[in-house]
């Protein structure tokens, strides 16, 4: 797929069919993550253990429902509603807290458009990171250098999502050219 | 070009021939940035006035040699050496500097795959934004929506850096595969 066309049909997907994905796909998509600009050490997590999986979603669903964020709340609170969307696989992806948030997201941007190359949906999570953050127990198994964090999530997996190359955005008003 | 070439041959390019970038790649590159994923809000500055990219480039180079910090020091101190590296253009990326980072960066890894499809040069840079985080009338032609920070800046153009294709990494040692 030509990269804009990945750039264009890339699109937050909330709705998964649950397929395994291939383990040559997901070894594509972490290289990916790695060839990304990264100033710093991050550390990349591939979660596809379905129970590992469901106590992260149980987890994230209780921290949403208990946040007081008004938003968070009343989203998990939607009927049907799983934080990881029945993704079948979760990359986490960590670094140092205090500097690395802007290479995890370089990294998880690329990512995503790589697996926008391949034909799987993603989307980047935020809350299944925040529980693994307060949850010593949960992220144990991510066995993470000393000093790194989960701090940026990505969910993959097929889609049946009709919507899933339509993308309605509009016009953007936020750039400036000075020149 | 296919997304899996451009995301092998992006690389940090720190040297630019320092010939305009035209209009339309811009747009496109600008474009690509907006339909990244993003929870929030971002503001996306292209700069090319060389005056003002003068200014930025003099107040990187000032703020690189007194920061106390040995690795800016150091790489300031290269003979020659200039923080924007001679691009002709200079994207800042702002937002709400306590939870926008993830959004700039993101943004900024999709502008980069889409200026290496196009055939530029670019280079994720850090220092420039650290400038006009702190110098107000540097800032003042940004003209950010209120409680906006410049938080990420992508240098573009055309190079003829012979390495610009080359990437030596070494094997990823940081992925764990959990299923």
Avoid: H
């Avoid at 799983?82 to 990359?91: D, E, H, I, T």
């Amino acid at each position: 797929m030509e990269t804009f066309e990945a750039i264009a049909q890339r699109k937050s997907i909330r709705s998964y069919t649950g397929a395994p994905v291939e383990k040559a796909d997901l070894e594509k998509i972490v290289a990916a993550g790695n060839a990304a600009p990264c100033a710093g050490q991050i550390s990349i997590a591939v979660i596809t253990d379905t129970e590992y999986l469901a106590e992260i979603d149980e987890a994230t669903f209780a921290f949403m429902q208990n946040s007081g964020v008004e938003f968070l709340v009343k989203r998990s609170s939607t009927p049907g509603y799983r934080p990881l969307y029945g993704a079948p696989a979760l990359v986490v992806i960590s670094s140092d807290p205090e500097r690395g948030t802007a290479n995890v997201a370089a990294a998880a941007a690329t990512m995503i458009l790589a697996a926008t190359d391949l034909g799987l949906g993603s989307c980047y999570v935020g809350s299944p990171t925040r529980v693994l953050q307060a949850g010593e127990a949960l992220a144990e198994r991510l066995n993470l250098p000393a000093g790194f964090t989960p701090l940026a999530g990505v969910l993959l997996g097929t889609t049946d999502d009709p919507a899933r190359f339509s993308r309605d955005r509009a016009p953007a008003d936020n750039v400036t050219f000075i020149g």
